[in-house]
């Protein structure tokens, strides 16, 4: 069974940044573009960022351009999101997904930004 | 980007009977490559998204069959026939065609 183990989230405060990871196992992570989706409290799914396989591609929602990076260590199977310039909106619990069409999810991380 | 509505956003629904989501979009969704990325995904209270239904109709493995998904185009609906206390929660459409992704607001579906 495929299993997506997210850390990483923490309390930080409005400007400051924090990295995201997920942990892959139980199938082959190179071969599988991976996503990140975000879910503030008590509201819907947003999509964030996806990544391709070979790290050549990377799409982003407009709402974080510049502000996030995502990266990925196949060799570790591992998926990143660097996270700057945190906003208060930016509080949610943050998933990672297998696939161009995000067919598995982690159990989510819960970033918090606060002063 | 390409906007999803869901109707209702909330669905009340007696044990054993049907019920039935509608997803719309404002674009079509049939991709360059032929398929139509539109997948369904069902979050209980207090868990993560499962995928329920991909490319319109497919449902992902372990999935009931009391769950459909038909549509084309920009017209989406899920059913939920014969629906268990299990079935609640939030339902969301989702486009998988254009960047970016989008999801619809999501369906409250309770059990009655």
């Known amino acids: 069974e495929v299993q997506l183990l997210e850390s990483g989230g923490d309390l930080v405060q409005p400007g400051g940044s924090l990295r995201l990871s997920c942990a892959a196992s139980?199938?082959?992570?190179?071969?599988?573009?991976m996503a990140w989706v975000r879910q503030a409290p008590g509201k819907g799914l947003e999509w964030i960022s996806t990544?391709?396989?070979?790290?050549?591609?990377?799409y982003y929602a407009d709402f974080v351009k510049g502000r996030f990076t995502v990266s990925r260590d196949n060799s570790k199977n591992t998926l990143s999101l660097q996270m700057n310039s945190l906003r208060a909106e930016d509080t949610a619990v943050y998933y990672c997904?297998?696939?161009?069409?995000?067919?598995?999810w982690g159990q989510g991380t819960l970033v918090t930004v606060s002063s | 980007d390409v906007v999803m509505t869901q109707s209702p956003l909330s669905l009340p629904v007696t044990l054993g009977q049907s019920a039935s989501i509608s997803c719309r979009s404002s674009q079509s969704l049939v991709h360059s490559d032929g398929s139509t990325y539109l997948h369904w995904f069902q979050q209980r209270p207090g868990q993560s998204p499962r995928r329920l239904i991909y490319?319109?109709?497919d449902r992902d493995p372990g999935v009931p069959d009391r769950f459909s998904g038909s549509g084309s185009g920009t017209d989406f609906t899920l059913k939920i026939s014969r629906v268990e206390a299990e079935d609640a929660g939030v339902y969301y459409c989702?486009?998988?065609?254009?960047?970016?992704?989008?999801f619809g607001q999501g369906t409250k579906v309770e059990i009655k």
């Open positions: 989702v486009q998988g065609t254009h960047w970016p992704r989008t």
């Open positions: 990544i391709s396989t070979d790290i050549r591609d990377t």
């Open positions: 139980q199938f082959t992570f190179s071969n599988y573009a």
């Open positions: 997904a297998k696939g161009w069409q995000m067919e598995s």
């Open positions: 490319r319109v109709s």
